[in-house]
Nanobody
């Protein structure tokens, strides 16, 4: 399984970015997909998750109403639309895939990981 994340960059507070994660070597349509982030000195934390069907999503409280996770199975790609960005959103963002993380936010329940893309939000 290979996951390739892209779309990070430098943005001012209040701005928007859309992250993409393209999958290969896997049956994407039966994978639960997630986004996590990690900032210096902190553990990797859950951001969002989308079910294999796309009908169920989950977000950490700090991004609810600002971030939207979606998937396009025709393109084997998952997205994270990030609006109203804040300096505290600055981190390396990772996409991840799982066959079993139905309602999990745990790093350990996601078996496959992308390389990460850096998001920097300036104040």
């Amino acid at each position: 399984v290979q996951l390739q994340a892209s779309g990070g960059g430098l943005v001012q507070a209040g701005g928007s970015l859309r992250l993409s994660c393209a999958a290969s070597g896997v049956t994407f349509s039966n994978r639960i997909m997630g986004w996590f982030r990690q900032s210096p000195g902190r553990e990797r934390e859950f951001v969002a998750r989308i079910s294999w069907s796309g009908r169920s999503t989950d977000y950490t409280d700090s991004v609810k109403g600002r971030f939207t996770i979606s998937r396009d199975d025709a393109k084997d790609t998952v997205y994270l639309q990030m609006n109203s960005l804040k300096p505290e959103d600055t981190a390396v963002y990772y996409c991840a895939a799982s066959l079993r993380a139905y309602d999990s936010r745990q790093v350990s329940d996601f078996a496959s990981w992308g390389q990460g893309t850096l998001v920097t939000v300036s104040s």
